[in-house]
C-alpha cells in the first residue's frame, strides 16, 4: 500500500458540542440530528451516524495553504459520539466505498493534478493507480453530488531496509 487514508482529529470539534444553538449559529454552524442512516457522514470517525445520533454541521478548511489558489473550505458533519479514526492503509472504509466520489488530487505545492469523479466502490484501486504518480502528494476525497469533503489520503514514503 502507498497511501493512507486520514480521517480529521476530533479535538478542533470537541467545543462545539457543549455550544448553545445561538453559539453555534454565531460561528456558523448548526446542531443536527441524523434522519435515516447514511446521510450524515462523520469525518472524525469514517462513519455513517445512525438515525437519530446528534452530530454538528460546520465549515471546515481542509486545504489552507494560503500560497496555494486552490485553498478550500465547506460542510461537514462531526457525530458527538465519535471516537478518532486512526489512519487507514486500506481497504478504504465503507463510508466512502458505497458513496459517488470525486477525487483531487494535489502535488507538494498543493496545486491540483487533476479532478476525477468515481464510484465510491473503486476508490482503493483509483488511490493504488494515482500514487504511482510521483509528483502526487495528497487526494481530497469529497461526496460527488455536494462536493462535501470527506478525507484525504496521502503518501506513505517508503523506507529502505
Wanted: charged share 25%; proline share 8%; hydrophobic share 40%.
Amino acid at each position: 500500500m502507498t497511501y493512507r487514508i486520514e480521517a480529521l482529529p476530533l479535538e478542533p470539534f470537541k467545543s462545539y458540542f457543549a455550544m448553545s444553538d445561538k453559539d453555534l449559529a454565531a460561528v456558523g454552524a448548526r446542531r443536527w440530528v441524523a434522519d435515516a442512516p447514511g446521510r450524515a457522514p462523520c469525518r472524525v470517525s469514517l462513519r455513517d451516524a445512525d438515525a437519530g445520533e446528534a452530530l454538528v454541521l460546520v465549515n471546515h478548511a481542509h486545504l489552507t495553504d494560503s500560497t496555494s489558489p486552490y485553498r478550500a473550505s465547506g460542510p461537514i458533519f462531526v457525530r458527538e459520539s465519535a471516537v478518532e479514526q486512526a489512519p487507514i492503509t486500506g481497504p478504504a472504509p465503507e463510508m466512502l466505498t458505497k458513496r459517488p466520489l470525486s477525487l483531487r488530487l494535489y502535488d507538494r505545492r498543493n496545486m491540483m493534478l487533476e479532478g476525477l469523479v468515481i464510484d465510491g466502490a473503486d476508490l482503493d484501486a483509483r488511490l493504488t493507480e494515482a500514487f504511482e504518480h510521483p509528483a502526487l502528494d495528497q487526494v481530497h476525497i469529497h461526496f460527488a453530488p455536494r462536493g462535501c469533503y470527506l478525507a484525504r489520503a496521502c503518501r506513505i514514503e517508503a523506507t529502505l531496509p
